[in-house]
């Protein structure tokens, strides 16, 4: 099922599926921590790609996007 989505540059794009994802960083103060971001499986005009957004940025710009399990 494809979608719309504004990109974090406000790019018009669509997209085949978008999931949560979660990396492991290292903080100084709190050890590891985990952080969450949006994966998306982007459609082009001759192929498609894989990019990652940071979680907050991209659900304030996408309130309506329908995320994966």
Avoid at 6 to 11: A, E, F, H, Q, T
Avoid at 23 to 42: M, N, P, Q
Avoid at 51 to 67: A, D, L, R, S, V
Wanted: hydrophobic share 40%; proline share 3%; net charge positive.
């Amino acid at each position: 099922m494809n979608q719309q989505i504004l990109d974090i540059n406000g790019k018009e794009r669509t997209i085949m599926r978008a999931r949560v994802v979660k990396h492991k960083r290292l903080d100084a103060v709190l050890g590891e921590v985990f952080v969450r971001y949006i994966e998306v499986l982007i459609v082009g005009k001759e192929k498609k790609w894989i990019e990652w957004y940071p979680f907050k940025e991209f659900m304030e710009q996408n309130p309506g996007c329908k995320i994966d399990d």
